[in-house]
T-cell receptor, first 113, second 113 residues
Framework: EADIYQTPRYLVIGTGKKITLECSQT?????MYWYQQDPGMELHLIHY???????EKGDLSSESTVSRIRTEHFPLTLESARPSHTSQYLC????????????FGPGTRLTVL | GNSVTQMEGPVTLSEEAFLTINCTYT??????LFWYVQYPGEGLQLLLK?????DKGSNKGFEATYRKETTSFHLEKGSVQVSDSAVYFC????????????FGKGTKLSVIP
């Protein structure tokens, strides 16, 4: 059973607001990821971290930022939300083995008006 | 680079029908292969995986065999149920220290009574 949590599950917010999407895992995984999922269901990697104080941008350019101060916590922040940020955001984590499973959180559905 | 191609959906089947979702891949080396499933309103969860050629992954009546000669990992189920309605993602982990999954675009399956 995966122990990875995301809050909030749903968020509706106005343009220009600062938001933080929370992601936490209790499995002690060193590797964590943020994906953006478009309406067509395709997944796009936007950020990843391979350990504390390590963050990298993914394949899809994003105006969001992330931090990794603690192993279990990987929040994503948008300084000024825009309607183009409306999407489903999925957090994931995995251990370091070659074929280890990547576990996903339930996602946050963000709507920016 | 690595890539995963899976059949486009949506796929609509009647209950108890046979399911095949095709997946082919391009990768260097010897990747591990995965099928993930995403039920409505949820994150992705691992359905099955195979880590080397000729391995068969199976779970909940679903099966997929790692075919290196055809670079394929097709998902099959002999008799689908309404509860199998979901989006299915094929993915690969190329290993070699990348720790990132390459996903297909997803195939939406709807099973009607």
């Amino acid at each position: 059973e995966a122990d990875i949590y995301q809050t909030p599950r749903y968020l509706v917010i106005g343009t220009g607001k600062k938001i933080t999407l929370e992601c936490s895992q209790t499995m002690g995984h060193d590797k964590m990821y943020w994906y953006q999922q478009d309406p067509g269901m395709e997944l796009h990697l936007i950020h990843y971290s391979y350990g504390v104080n390590s963050t990298e941008k993914g394949d899809l350019s994003s105006e969001s930022t992330v931090s990794r101060i603690r192993t279990e916590h990987f929040p994503l922040t948008l300084e000024s939300a825009r309607p183009s940020h409306t999407s489903q955001y999925l957090c994931a984590s995995r251990d370091s083995g070659r074929s280890d499973t990547q576990y996903f959180g339930p996602g946050t559905r963000l709507t920016v008006l | 680079g690595n890539s995963v191609t899976q059949m486009e959906g949506p796929v609509t089947l009647s209950e108890e029908a046979f399911l095949t979702i095709n997946c082919t891949y391009t990768a260097t080396g010897y990747p591990s292969l995965f099928w993930y499933v995403q039920y409505p309103g949820e994150g992705l969860q691992l359905l099955l995986k195979a880590t080397k050629a000729d391995d068969k992954g199976s779970n909940k009546g679903f099966e997929a065999t790692y075919r290196k000669e055809t670079t394929s990992f097709h998902l099959e189920k002999g008799s689908v149920q309404v509860s199998d309605s979901a989006v299915y993602f094929c993915a690969l982990d190329s290993g070699a220290g990348s720790y990132q999954l390459t996903f297909g675009k997803g195939t939406k399956l709807s099973v009607i009574p």
